[in-house]
Each structure stands twice: as structure tokens, then as C-alpha cells.
């Protein structure tokens, strides 16, 4: 179109998608999940906030949902700030392709929050299973929720009738 200015022809490239295989969709959450692991910092070097698209939602339990990168790296900040460490086992990933721009990914976590260490299936009922649904496209994540509990520690045994006996005594398995 004649006449347009530089911001309009901006503008409009802004609207337009690239086309993305389910590998590369893969390649950016594994990015995401590997900085995660890194204290929020890329391969590249660059905050994990650059993985995402301005105008992102992501949702954590017991958090809500936060809007725009500002928000997410509050977000962030703030579940980050009850762990020492965290570690994906990439290895044991399952991913399910939806064959547009949404990923699943479900797996297993260990790490060591600020109330005690967790690994997924020690005990079998504590935290460390978790499942991530994206939404990615133009090498951005624009959606991610993530699900899991965010009881690390596994402390919150009392309010949950199958786990009274775990709170009573740490070492019983619920039946």
C-alpha cells in the first residue's frame, strides 16, 4: 500500500504468523523449562521473560493469572522465591501435539523448596507432577498454564482425610 508509514508496515508484519512445526514449538518450551531450571536465565543468556510474547498469560495454582511480562515476572519472582533449586527430568517428557499452536507437556519435577526437598513419586501423592498446556506461535509463548501442586513440601497433609495419618506420623502411606 502507498503512503504507509514505517510504524504502519510495522504494524501490520506484527499481525502476521509464522508458520511453526511441532518440533520448534517443542524447542521453545523446552527452552522455557531449561531456563526455569536455570534461575530464569536462557541458553542465550537472556531472561526467561523474552520467551514470551509482550501481551502473555501465564497461571499458576494458588497465584492466579498473570497478564503481560511484567506480571509474569512477578509472578515468577515470587514462586521462584520459595525454591532453592528445581530440576525437569526432560528425560521423561510426554508431549502432546494438538496440531495447531497449543503443547502439552506433562512431567516430573525435584528440587528443593523453602519447606523441604520434593521428588514426584517420593511419597507417590507429593508434588513433582505436573502438566504445562502452551500456546506458541512466531517463537513466543502467548499462553502458558501450568498445573501441579504447589504444596513442594508436601506439609499440607491435614486438611485432605487420606493423608491424615501422614500428618500424624510422616512415614505411613495413605491406603
Not at 498454564?145 to 486438611?159: C, E
Request: hydrophobic share 40%; with cysteine.
Amino acid at each position: 500500500m502507498l503512503g504507509r508509514s514505517p510504524e504502519q508496515k510495522e504494524s501490520a508484519v506484527a499481525l502476521t504468523r509464522q508458520t511453526m512445526t511441532d518440533e520448534q514449538r517443542k524447542s521453545v518450551a523446552l527452552e522455557y523449562l531449561k531456563a526455569f531450571d536455570n534461575g530464569g536465565v536462557t541458553s542465550t543468556g537472556e531472561s526467561i521473560l523474552e520467551l514470551f510474547a509482550p501481551d502473555a498469560q501465564v497461571a499458576f495454582p494458588k497465584w492466579g493469572i498473570a497478564n503481560g511480562r511484567e506480571e509474569i515476572g512477578r509472578m515468577f519472582g515470587a514462586v521462584g522465591a520459595t525454591l532453592k533449586s528445581i530440576r525437569h527430568d526432560y528425560a521423561n517428557f510426554n508431549w502432546i501435539f494438538s496440531g495447531s499452536d497449543v503443547v502439552v507437556c506433562e512431567g516430573t519435577s525435584y528440587g528443593e523448596h523453602q519447606d523441604g526437598p520434593w521428588r514426584a513419586g517420593v511419597p507417590e501423592w507429593g508434588a513433582g507432577r505436573w502438566c504445562d498446556v502452551f500456546e506458541i506461535r512466531d517463537w513466543q509463548i502467548h499462553r502458558c498454564f501450568i498445573y501441579l501442586d504447589p504444596d513442594y513440601a508436601g506439609k499440607d497433609t491435614a486438611r485432605y482425610p487420606w493423608l491424615a495419618d501422614v500428618a500424624a506420623a510422616p512415614d505411613v502411606v495413605p491406603a
